[in-house]
């Protein structure tokens, strides 16, 4: 296995950072920082270093197939990664605040930051959904591997091995959300999301293939990469959209009854009264907040007075002395008087109905 090249990256860096920090400190009555030093150091260097380490990666990937070995390569050759500890905090305000060669050590210091961060992605087995990394280049340089075979084997590429499937723009979430900010109902976007989804299960199965690897678990190749947070960020989506809908049903249904006492008082006309006793009332609220038949659209619980003043706002009423009215009528023998009558009436409503389909029978 090749190590030259991803040492001499490890070296570059290293010596990168011991210059900055060696030409940092220079102040007004210093010397500029000497050209060779910027020729040195340029970005353009940096990137030389980085591609020979990717084309020697890649030859190791070819030579020897073998990601956990390919882990400890890397571990081993690109130290500085682990090493360095990172700049320390303000480092943006002692560069500007010394006025020396601010422009020059700033990209510099920014040049650091960024190599060291793409090896720390490289050395990380956490990082294997991102672009470039050493899991998408071993899947890369395997895939072109097995179709070489194939090639070799058929004189062509056998069947569709080789054909790797073109992003579906239909998977990126904000052109999704701007689709849904077009519908006005909330029920019209959850279905949209809901439909969403289920077509990058059947772009799955049809485009995709699943990978099992002991350190990751099974995931599907590209939708893993093409779209990797698209469901996590539909399901954040539909939960705000539902939550969206039960605050203006639940603010709805409050404007509702502010509005009845106010039609009470201005004496405005109902056009429907309640012509049974208060008692009568009671006795049938009472048993709908028993069976719980009513509940409050917040999720918190409802009180049975609650249930009661609802009803006498909706009915224009003003019941007096409701818990007395209460405990006589539990008192009587016939203590559930007018629920029975609604049973009653009831069956003989079902009774009549059927006498007048035995009627228009000819």
């Given at each position: 296995m090749q190590t030259e090249k991803a040492k001499a990256l490890n070296e570059f860096i290293f010596k990168a950072i011991d210059t900055y920090e060696t030409v940092k400190v220079g102040g007004p009555d210093s010397k500029s920082i000497s050209n060779e030093i910027k020729v040195q150091f340029h970005d353009v260097k940096f990137?030389?270093?980085?591609?020979?380490?990717?084309?020697?990666?890649?030859?190791?990937?070819?030579?020897?197939?073998?990601?956990?070995?390919l882990y400890d390569y890397m571990v081993i050759c690109l130290t500085e990664e682990k090493r360095w500890m990172g700049f320390e905090i303000?480092?943006?305000?002692?560069?500007?605040?010394?006025?020396?060669?601010?422009?020059?050590?700033?990209?510099?210091?920014?040049?650091?930051?960024?190599?060291?961060?793409?090896?720390?992605?490289?050395?990380?087995?956490?990082?294997?959904?991102n672009a470039i990394s050493l899991r998408s280049i071993y899947e890369d340089e395997m895939r072109a591997i097995l179709n070489n075979m194939l090639v070799e084997e058929a004189g062509n590429?056998?069947?569709?091995?080789?054909?790797?499937?073109?992003?579906?723009?239909?998977?990126?979430?904000?052109?999704?959300?701007?689709?849904?900010?077009?519908?006005?109902?909330?029920?019209?976007?959850?279905?949209?999301?809901e439909e969403r989804l289920a077509d990058l299960e059947q772009w799955e199965l049809q485009n995709d293939e699943e990978i099992d690897e002991p350190d990751f678990g099974l995931y599907y190749h590209y939708s893993t990469r093409y779209y990797p947070n698209f469901r996590k960020l539909c399901e954040i989506e539909m939960n705000k959209i539902k939550r969206i809908d039960n605050i203006q049903k639940h603010s709805s249904n409050h404007k509702i009854l502010e509005i009845l006492p106010n039609t009470t008082q201005n004496h405005k006309h109902y056009d429907y009264k309640w012509n049974a006793t208060e008692t009568d009332l009671l006795e049938l609220v009472t048993a709908l907040f028993k069976k719980e038949a009513f509940v409050r659209r917040d999720g918190k619980a409802i009180k049975r007075i609650e249930l009661i003043n609802y009803f006498q706002e909706l009915l224009g009423l003003e019941i007096k002395d409701v818990e007395g009215k209460l405990t006589r009528a539990t008192g009587r023998n016939d203590n559930t008087a007018f629920l029975d009558?609604?049973?009653?009436?009831?069956?003989?409503?079902?009774?009549?109905k059927e006498l007048r389909k035995k009627q228009l029978k000819p």
């Open positions: 990137e030389k270093y980085f591609e020979a380490f990717l084309d020697e990666l890649k030859a190791n990937v070819r030579d020897c197939q073998d990601i956990d070995l303000g480092e943006k305000q002692r560069i500007i605040s010394n006025k020396y060669e601010a422009r020059f050590l700033m990209n510099f210091k920014e040049t650091i930051e960024n190599y060291i961060d793409k090896l720390h992605k490289f050395c990380s087995k956490d990082n294997f959904n590429i056998i069947e569709n091995t080789s054909i790797v499937p073109i992003k579906d723009d239909r998977f990126d979430f904000n052109k999704l959300k701007s689709e849904c900010s077009q519908l006005t109902k909330m029920s019209d976007k959850l279905a949209l999301i009558g609604l049973t009653a009436a009831f069956k003989n409503y079902k009774v009549e």
